[in-house]
């Protein structure tokens, strides 16, 4: 019983030293329950979040991932995996993950305001190309295109959702990935 009382002081010291923006001191804590990837998707959270805090976000997106893998259904590695990936700037992949968190927890009111938020900075991104091009702008909004290409049927409920959904926006239930489109010459 020791052990456990020792794992579980320092998760909570990790959590502690979390919100007082210490992500240093938390991975010190959390350096002996084996954040080498080998950890609890609780352990591993904590430790993706101590990375993105110092500024370490290659070993930030690692943990999150297999912290999402191990545990799937864990709905803070998903919220709080999208919240990284949408500070620093992945907004579709962010998208995805927070639309895990809903398709899990369909009233989450943080995941709800960030899909909100998400949605936004998509539409609204403008592409810049690296060579120092002009800025292109949007477009097209997707969501006026019309034409029957860009619809595709809720399995659940037959409501008819943009072709990049993965959540029906009628009923909430997941959109299973449609089979490639193999183009006809």
């Not at 999150?64 to 799937?72: C, V, Y």
């Not at 659940?156 to 072709?163: I, R």
């Amino acid at each position: 019983m020791p052990e456990e009382l020792d794992v579980v002081r320092r998760i909570q010291g990790a959590k502690s030293a979390l919100q007082s923006r210490q992500g240093s001191y938390a991975l010190e804590l959390l350096k002996p329950l084996s954040v080498d990837g080998s950890g609890t998707a609780e352990v591993l959270e904590l430790a993706a979040m101590a990375h993105a805090m110092i500024g370490n976000q290659s070993l930030a997106s690692k943990f999150f991932r297999q912290a999402t893998i191990l545990e799937p259904g864990r709905v803070t590695s998903h919220y709080n995996f999208a919240v990284f990936l949408t500070a620093i700037k992945e907004y579709h992949e962010a998208s995805e993950e927070n639309q895990a968190v809903l398709y899990l927890q369909p009233t989450h009111a943080g995941a709800l305001v960030l899909q909100t938020k998400l949605q936004t900075l998509i539409r609204e991104r403008d592409i810049v190309s690296e060579e120092g091009f002009e800025t292109v702008g949007r477009g097209v909004d997707p969501s006026k295109v019309s034409g029957r290409w860009s619809n595709l049927p809720c399995p659940k409920c037959g409501g008819s959702n943009f072709m990049t959904a993965r959540m029906c926006k009628k009923c909430g239930s997941y959109i299973p990935e449609m089979p490639e489109i193999i183009p006809v010459e």
